[in-house]
């Protein structure tokens, strides 16, 4: 069933400042988790690949403490922190926050992706499917609809994805060097 012009735009948010600043309440929920399940995920994880013969490069990337972890995610907070307030201040019309927007969304798959492939939850699963694809999809099309909206080019949103890869090593780095 269609929904009426009236009940749609009720339902809408106006001001896509909401949007930028959503994605640093939408990170900061999902990151939340994965702090607070880290320990634990390593913990329940680490044994069965190493069992299952996963490469030990591998595994020992992907194992992590809470206190760890926390590191890793103040530090890209502040990133994220960053791109949402410049979401917010465009009204979600920029370029760059659009992209992660984007790949926010994308991240969120990863982790359904990871539990499928790992047969069980995974750190982060839980915000990542009721939070960040949602919040992803929902402020992609709130700010798409503006007259002045200019989506990302592909060149902008690989740009993205790649400081985004280097962001979370260089954290992850910065968290072991400073914890061991």
Do not use: K
Not at 53 to 76: C, E, K, M, Q, S
Not at 105 to 124: S, T
């Amino acid at each position: 069933m269609m929904c009426p012009d009236s009940v749609c735009q009720d339902l809408s948010v106006p001001d896509t400042r909401v949007a930028g600043w959503g994605l640093f309440a939408a990170w900061a929920v999902h990151d939340t988790e994965e702090v607070l399940t880290a320990t634990w995920g390593s913990r329940q994880t680490t044994p069965r690949l190493r069992a299952e013969g996963w490469p030990n490069w591998l595994v020992d990337g992907a194992t992590t403490t809470t206190a760890r972890f926390a590191v890793a995610a103040a530090v890209v907070g502040v990133a994220v922190l960053l791109v949402a307030w410049r979401g917010a201040q465009t009204g979600g019309r920029s370029p760059v926050f659009q992209a992660a927007v984007l790949v926010f969304g994308w991240h969120g798959l990863v982790h359904a992706g990871q539990a499928v492939l790992l047969r069980g939850y995974v750190p982060g699963l839980v915000g990542a499917v009721l939070v960040v694809v949602p919040y992803a999809v929902w402020a992609w099309r709130a700010c798409g609809r503006t007259a002045e909206a200019r989506r990302p080019s592909t060149v902008l949103i690989v740009g993205v994805v790649a400081a985004a890869i280097a962001l979370t090593v260089a954290a992850q780095s910065l968290s072991e060097l400073l914890l061991g």
